[in-house]
């Protein structure tokens, strides 16, 4: 067996080998715009060293497949900070190494993550973001419900009455905080009123109620000094205030979903614009059932693993991790398929608390909850591909996963709200760029684009048509030939004129109009279906004069750019 050295100079030497024979083919993609970059940033549990990754995708110089390479791994320095200026140094450092020269690191084209540090490094650059972590994002603001969301909906929601106080309690209060420290008022230690009372700030829509009740508690005081200031209008308003909104709006434990279900239950002796609020809230009442459901499996599963039950089971359970693609679906999915085994094991083995807890999770919601989340992981299984399109299938996916949430008949409340969450969400976070739709217009399949407005096909026929004049200005010659444009003019020459009787005008049928560029001949060619991994091989065939040659190196320089950035996630 060959010792460490030995083994660390082959890896070297090979490594040295794969670089002189990838980088020239890297740098004439980058110089053809047919390559793209992904970047992906970590850090080793174990030393603590940050890493950094490059790999690159592109289309082959014989057009007909895709290839991706690691193209670099670099150790980024753990003395300084990761800011967008840095890494974009590291970065350029890192391709510079291994003879890539800064002024081609320009010219690529990037898809990453939404990380503020990456965007920013890329800021000058064409970048693309990760359709996977998109779709993760749209999955996991689904299913949280932040504390300002609640907050926010039930502000919308409060009636002219409600915003009045809320008005009179902000005016009241700014009055008595602005009093001149001078103003003598009996009974009142102006200086500590001040202090006791809160103003709010228009970004901070929780100190509402913080400004809410410290006023009710000083509010003998408050209207004192208003009077003391002369402000009788305002000194009546406060005076008859209605405090009920004061009273109902209780403050709950951050992360405590039971605490949060309770406060938003509508009770009997609510007013009706406590009511009315609920009501607005409704989606999210019935979310937190969803949210509990995840939270009981993922503290079964944790209990499992920390315990060592989980190795009387005859299938692994996965716990959630929340920087992996689809995590939430892979944990809910290992507790179904032993959910019988589960309760069985907690039952026998379990301590205390523990072997009640499989009561906590609903069989049918579990069941529904992982059917649904099903759809989300597919489609990214879907756009994680190395050597194939992956790009055309981002509207695609697009459409598929809003699909998914149309809800049906049958559908419970609970699956009802979730679609509803989700579907916002991915209207809010999951738009495809014209880059994505314009590799699916090279789909044969689907280049009608019939999921797109009238308006976003006007606008990718027109991208399509700049990218190929950007193609052919920068190829010189297009499909082994001299652009055939020159060869062969496509506009015909005009009509005879010829008489024409116009009281039959209307029962003539003119015939349908040659194609006037390779973008229309392209729409009128019928051809049978193209499959994804055989469409870049399809696009090759029309690289000839009599085919579309500048649509196929429009084909050549997209097809081989990637969704997401899963190949520097893995490396």
């Known amino acids: ?43 080793d549990d174990q030393s603590k060293n940050h890493f950094n990754a490059i790999t690159v995708s592109f289309t082959n110089e014989a057009g007909d497949a895709s290839e991706t390479h690691d ?35 320009n010219l690529m084209e990037w898809v990453t993550d939404r990380g503020a540090n990456v965007r920013k490094a890329l800021v000058d650059l064409s970048r693309e973001d990760c359709t996977a972590h998109v779709i993760n994002t749209v999955v996991r603001s689904a299913l949280s419900v932040p504390y300002y969301e609640v907050r926010q909906k039930a502000f919308d929601a409060l009636s002219p009455a409600a915003l009045e106080v809320i008005n ?13 420290q001078r ?44 009077e003391a200031l002369g402000q009788q209008d305002l000194h009546a308003k406060v005076r008859d205030m209605d405090e009920d909104i004061v009273k109902k709006n209780k403050t709950i434990a951050a992360g405590d979903l039971a605490s949060v279900k309770q406060h938003l239950s509508v009770h009997p002796d609510d007013t009706q614009d406590i009511k009315h609020i609920k009501e607005a809230l409704s989606d999210l009442h019935l979310l937190i059932d969803v949210l509990v459901l995840i939270k009981e499996a993922k503290e079964v599963v944790q209990y499992l693993k920390s315990s060592g039950l989980a190795s009387n089971l005859s299938k692994k359970v996965m ?43 609903d069989r049918d919601m579990l069941k529904w909850l992982t059917e649904f989340l099903e759809i989300f992981k597919t489609e990214t299984k879907t756009l994680e591909g190395n050597n194939h399109p992956t790009l055309p299938c981002v509207v695609l996916a697009s459409v598929s996963l809003r ?49 797109l407005s009238e308006d976003e096909r006007d606008q990718v026929k027109a991208k399509v048509r700049s990218l190929m004049v950007e193609a052919a200005e920068a190829g010189g010659k297009v499909g082994g030939v001299d652009d055939p444009a020159d060869q062969n003019p496509i506009d015909a020459p005009p009509d005879p004129k010829v008489p024409r009787l116009d009281r039959y005008a209307k029962y003539r049928v003119r015939p349908a109009a040659d194609p006037k560029d390779e973008v229309d001949k392209y729409l009128a060619t019928s051809v049978p279906s193209v499959p994804l991994h055989q469409l870049q091989q399809h696009c090759k065939m029309l690289d ?16 081989g750019k990637l969704a997401t950035a899963a190949p520097s996630e893995r490396v």
């Open 319 to 361: 716990q959630e991790v929340e920087t992996r693609w689809n995590s939430i679906h892979t944990m809910l999915a290992s507790v179904l398929d032993s959910y019988d085994e589960i309760a069985g094991v907690l039952e026998l083995h379990g301590e205390g608390t523990a072997r009640h807890r499989m009561q906590k999770i």
């Open 544 to 559: 000839r004069p009599e085919g579309l040659p500048r649509l196929a190196r429009v084909a050549l320089r997209e097809l």
């Open 71 to 105: 193209l670099a791994t670099s150790k980024f320095p753990s003395n300084i900070r990761a800011t967008g200026a840095n890494i974009r140094a590291a970065m350029t450092d890192a391709m510079q190494g291994i003879g890539i020269p800064p002024d081609e690191f």
């Open 403 to 451: 699909d998914n949430c149309e809800p049906e008949l049958l559908d419970s409340p609970h699956l009802s709200a979730l679609k509803r969450r989700c579907s916002f969400f991915l209207g809010e976070k999951f738009n495809p760029s014209i880059k994505a739709k314009v590799a699916t217009f090279l789909w044969p399949d689907y280049k009608e684009m019939p999921m």
């Open 168 to 180: 009179t309690a902000e005016a009241a209060v700014k009055a008595v905080k602005g009093a001149p």
């Open 183 to 226: 103003l003598v008022v009996k009974g009142v230690l102006l200086d500590a009123l001040q202090k006791a009372l809160v103003v709010p700030q228009a970004q901070w829509r929780s100190k509402y109620s913080s400004m809410l009740t410290s006023l009710c508690v000083g509010k003998t005081k408050v209207l004192s000094v208003l």
């Open 1 to 43: 067996m060959p010792g460490r050295n030995t083994v660390m100079s082959r890896i070297e030497s090979r490594a040295a080998e794969a670089t002189a024979e990838i980088v020239p083919r890297v740098r004439a993609a980058i110089r053809d715009g047919r390559c793209q970059g992904a970047t992906d940033m970590w850090t």
